[in-house]
């Protein structure tokens, strides 16, 4: 893969056990220079989608009767090769994505330690037995495969979503079509070329990119793909949600976020300082779990604000791949440009532009921005109510503690929610109230174990949870099983 430094990668989907080219290719592009073409992906169509959920299909019953040990086997060789390669490939989501060298090694550990995990929950997938009401009458609950899971993964951790839900749909049985975003094809493409190595049987896990606007529809209408699992906006998520209704289709769904951290006069302002900045700006805010709303006691608030813009202007942003780099480059033109709109709006509202916004220019083209920090805004202007998925935050200033909890659950959204305090009694009820699905004391809204469930309350989540044990909702069905002995 080294030889990909080159720009001559080729990323190829793979279905039935073969890599396709695709009816026709799309260019990977660098965001932290876009002069640098990483590769060309497949972009596949309806044709390829079907023959790939054909090929999981077939492979259905084969994967659902295998063993335990066989599963535990695979899953724990894949996630012990991506460890094992973890620099290579945390440099190639660097370079495709934008998130620091830091960041993207350290996403690539994570994968392979899904996989590990799910390794160790496929030997260990638990049943339930019951005396029944009747008498002589055995009851049993076991969890068996759904069938053909379809799974949808968005751009900004492109080899951590896809394995949180492709390493427990296998561990559990079922047979896998993966439909990543199109803006970064490399570590799809590496996650399934290891898989394809792994000894799963052929069919088992098939990859398909491609437009998510044409494919997803046609995933969710086939009769042969049992569920769905989908990571992106809010928007498409409906509609995924929406039409899996209509075909009676289990689904997932998680998306936004406009994640409150709450800074408490009393906080340590080191730590708050220091969850803001990392909640609000790594990995360019390109998270659902971004803290994009700092909630902050009057108290405190102008020494907040000092000390987070210090930071700001302090932070280096540049080339992903650079080890100086602090915050990478946007993903791309589009989000970017979203970004730069949201600045423009926070100011027409009111808000105070206390650090950055702008556009960047730096020694080569790549989609850079300054980090933005607003201040004096309300909790009802549009950058407090919709998210905007980018290194940008706004302080909404509170008297006190029950205004800060009312201001931070006033919003559609509940995936994590924050609060810096050193009052314990302030800890235990925002950690009672708070309507978010995690909640964090004294730690960033983003920065998630793997091994517990993952997943929010309101628009940002929809359906059971995922990681942790928890996927086994999603991944498994329920059946009863009565004996007469
Ligand atoms: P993001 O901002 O993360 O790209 P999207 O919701 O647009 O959010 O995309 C998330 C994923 O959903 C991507 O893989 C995309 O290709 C896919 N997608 C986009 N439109 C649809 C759709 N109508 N049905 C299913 N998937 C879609």
């Known amino acids: 893969m080294a030889s990909g430094e080159t720009g001559s990668m080729r990323f190829d989907n793979y279905m039935e056990g073969e890599w396709i080219g695709g009816d026709s290719r799309v260019e990977n592009v660098n965001p932290s220079d876009t002069r640098d073409v990483i590769g060309q992906a497949a972009r596949s169509g309806a044709a390829d989608l079907d023959r790939a959920i054909d090929a999981a299909h077939a492979a259905a019953p084969g994967w659902a009767s295998s063993t335990p040990q066989q599963r535990f086997d695979i899953l724990d060789a894949v996630g012990t090769e991506i460890l094992a390669r973890k620099d290579e490939l945390g440099r190639l989501l660097s370079r ?18 899904i996989f590990k995990f799910f390794a160790g929950e496929a030997v260990r997938l638990p049943g339930e037995r019951l005396s029944s009401i009747r008498p002589g009458v055995e009851v049993d609950m076991r969890r068996e495969p759904v069938g053909v899971i379809g799974l949808i993964t968005p751009w900004n951790f492109p080899i951590a979503i896809p394995a949180w839900k492709v390493a427990p749909a296998l561990a559990y049985g079922n047979t896998v079509v993966l439909k990543p975003a199109e803006l970064v094809p490399g570590c799809a493409w590496a996650l ?38 989908f990571t992106g906006s809010v928007p498409t998520g409906r509609g995924i949600a929406a039409a899996c209704g209509q075909h009676l289709k289990k689904v ?71 080890p100086k780099t602090q915050m990478g480059p946007v993903v791309d033109e589009k989000q970017l440009e979203q970004n730069l709109a949201y600045v423009e ?66 919003t559609e959204f509940g995936l994590s929610s924050g609060i810096c305090t050193t009052s314990l009694k302030h800890a235990s009820d925002f950690k009672a109230k708070s309507q978010a699905g995690m909640v964090m004391v004294n730690l960033p809204t983003a920065g998630v174990d793997y091994n517990v469930p993952f997943g929010g309350t309101k628009a ?17 069905t329920v059946k009863t099983a009565y004996t007469q002995p």
Do not use: W
């Open 96 to 113: 495709e994505e934008g998130k620091t060298l830091a960041e993207g090694i350290g996403e690539a550990m994570r994968a392979g330690q």
């Open 192 to 229: 399934a070329e290891i898989l394809s190595r792994s000894g799963l049987p052929r069919g088992v896990f098939n990859l398909v990119g491609g437009r998510g606007s044409e494919l997803g529809p046609r995933m969710i209408e086939n009769p042969k793909v049992r569920a769905i699992s």
């Open 252 to 322: 997932q769904l998680e998306m936004g976020g406009k994640n409150p951290l709450v800074v408490l006069d009393d906080a340590d302002l080191d730590v708050a300082v220091g969850a803001a900045l990392n909640g609000a700006f790594f990995s360019t805010g390109q998270r659902c779990t971004a803290s994009s709303r700092l909630v902050v006691g009057e108290n405190i608030h102008d020494r907040f604000v000092s000390a987070l813009t210090e930071k700001l202007q302090a932070l280096v942003v540049g080339d992903a791949l650079d």
């Open 345 to 410: 709006i926070a100011g027409q509202e009111g808000g105070k532009l206390a650090f950055g916004g702008d556009r960047l220019t730096l020694d080569k083209p790549g989609f850079y921005m300054a980090p933005a920090l607003f201040t004096e805004t309300a909790n009802d202007m549009r950058i407090n109510r919709e998210e905007v998925f980018g290194p940008v935050a706004s302080v909404v200033r509170v008297k006190d503690y029950d205004e800060a909890l009312a201001v931070a659950n006033d």
């Open 460 to 476: 940002s989540s929809f359906g059971s949870r995922e990681q942790g044990r928890y996927a086994v909702e999603f991944y498994t």
